[in-house]
């Protein structure tokens, strides 16, 4: 769904299974694309990211894949932990341009 | 902590007041940012510096904004005559530069209520 002031698009995930967040991007010229992770009260923190000549990046129980077919950027963490609640945004950014974050995504693990 | 550290955390003030917020980046980073969130929101572009210069202004930075690096190191960001819009969280982000796909590291951010 799309986000309006207060209404983020929210994602209920039971502990152990597996979330997917997906974001949709607008500039066809960016070309770096960053996922962050933000907690209440605390700065967005650096969790992976992406070059536009790659399809697919992992990390420590996370993966982003890219899609620049359709501009669409999903961040997949596996085996999710109550660690893992937060809102999630992902960032793009288009040579000389500043990184331009798009509308978070709540992630609630259920325990 | 060598991260990004931001002053104060939690700022209330009443309207028309004056506020001034204090970033420390990572050391040896070269790029500072501020950015502002609204609830619900994501970050958005303020301005940043490239060592102690000012290299690009948000058109969301009014004149009654200012922000300093004068020595390279910290920044400051200064609100004149708050207004009730002002409230937001003001993040502030340093990265090194010299790459094409520069990492913006975030501080906690400076909370801000006007009253």
């Known amino acids: 769904g799309e986000s309006v002031g207060l209404h983020l698009p929210t994602l209920s995930v039971q502990e152990g299974d597996n979330s997917i967040i997906n974001c949709a991007y607008s500039n066809s010229a960016s070309d770096y694309f960053i996922w962050y992770k933000q907690e209440s009260g605390k700065g967005p923190q650096f969790i992976i990211d992406i070059r536009s000549n790659m399809d697919k990046r992992q990390g420590q129980r996370v993966t982003v894949l890219l899609n620049k077919t359709v501009k669409h950027l999903s961040l997949q963490i596996a085996a999710t932990q109550p660690g893992d609640s937060a809102v999630y945004f992902c960032a793009e950014r288009s040579p000389g341009e500043k990184l331009t974050f798009g509308t978070g995504t709540r992630l609630t693990i259920i325990p | 902590d060598t991260g990004v550290s931001q002053d104060p955390r939690h700022k209330i003030t009443k309207r028309g007041q004056n506020v001034t917020f204090r970033c420390d980046p990572i050391?040896?980073?070269?790029?500072l940012y501020w950015y502002r969130q609204t609830l619900g929101q994501g970050p958005e572009f303020l301005t940043y510096f490239q060592n102690e210069a000012q290299l690009e202004k948000s058109r969301l930075l009014s004149d009654r904004f200012s922000a300093e690096r004068p020595k390279g190191s910290f920044s400051t960001l200064e609100i004149q005559r708050t207004e009730q819009g002002d409230s937001a969280m003001y993040l502030c982000a340093s990265s090194l530069d010299g790459t094409a796909y520069e990492k913006l590291f975030f501080g906690s951010g400076t909370q801000l209520s006007v009253l």
């Open positions: 050391s040896e980073h070269n790029r």
